[in-house]
T-cell receptor
Framework: AQRVTQPEKLLSVFKGAPVELKCNYS??????LFWYVQYSRQRLQLLLR??SRESIKGFTADLNKGETSFHLKKPFAQEEDSAMYYC????????????FGKGTHLIIQP | DAGITQSPRYKITETGRQVTLMCHQT?????MFWYRQDLGHGLRLIYY???????DKGEVPDGYVVSRSKTENFPLTLESATRSQTSVYFC?????????????FGPGTRLTVL
């Protein structure tokens, strides 16, 4: 069975500092990886997907198949980045849902 | 464009009662999902559906029942609620043709079982 691990429950950094939220996965096949974000009092929304190799709100994430990781990075944190971040995996193909990590609560201090 | 909605947003019930959480989407997405969100567990998949009348179990299906008679609705029923089912429940949907398999989430239903 697949699994997603986010080792940090809470990450606190100062505004302007770099941010890295870690995500490791285990899956024998070829997964699709996502980062979802949940801002306070808002619904869960997609932030990034590995397949599109995009940068959203200054965040990037690179899939490293050798290390089975999909870490989320931002060079300069902003206060509005404070939120709950979830890494998620979808098995390639099929209708089934996502397997989520337990989430990392990111707090950006002024 | 309402997107995906859930009702009720908050519900308090008692152990042993039957509770139904509603989910409605206006996009005609084929896939729909139910997750529960608990502290220390993140989100876990309860059930999912690939189309009307097609449903399948996720990671934590015990104690839950789903149906999907219409594409736009995907109700989740707790047949006999237990305290361990106190949680926040999220419904989500996804298009079959989406290139990136993005799931869109509802606002959630906070359920408390006393």
């Amino acid at each position: 069975a697949q699994r997603v691990t986010q080792p940090e429950k809470l990450l606190s950094v100062f505004k302007g500092a770099p941010v890295e939220l870690k995500c490791n996965y285990s899956y024998s096949g070829s997964p699709e990886l996502f980062w979802y974000v949940q801002y306070s009092r808002q619904r869960l929304q997609l932030l990034l997907r590995h397949i599109s190799r995009e940068s959203i709100k200054g965040f990037t994430a690179d899939l490293n198949k050798g290390e089975t990781s999909f870490h989320l990075k931002k060079p300069f944190a902003q206060e509005e980045d404070s939120a709950m971040y979830y890494c998620a995996l979808k098995r390639g193909g099929g209708a089934d849902g996502l397997t989520f990590g337990k989430g990392t609560h990111l707090i950006i201090q002024p | 464009d309402a997107g995906i909605t859930q009702s009720p947003r908050y519900k308090i019930t008692e152990t042993g009662r039957q509770v139904t959480l509603m989910c409605h989407q206006t996009w005609s997405h084929s896939y729909m999902f139910w997750y529960r969100q608990d502290l220390g567990h993140g989100l876990r998949l309860i059930y999912y559906s690939a189309a009307a009348d097609i449903t399948d179990k996720g990671e934590v299906p015990d104690g839950y029942v789903v149906s999907r008679s219409k594409t736009e609705n995907f109700p989740l029923t707790l047949e006999s609620a237990t305290r361990s089912q106190t949680s926040v429940y999220f419904c989500a949907s996804r298009d079959t043709g989406g290139a990136y398999n993005e799931q869109f989430f509802g606002p959630g239903t906070r359920l408390t079982v006393l």
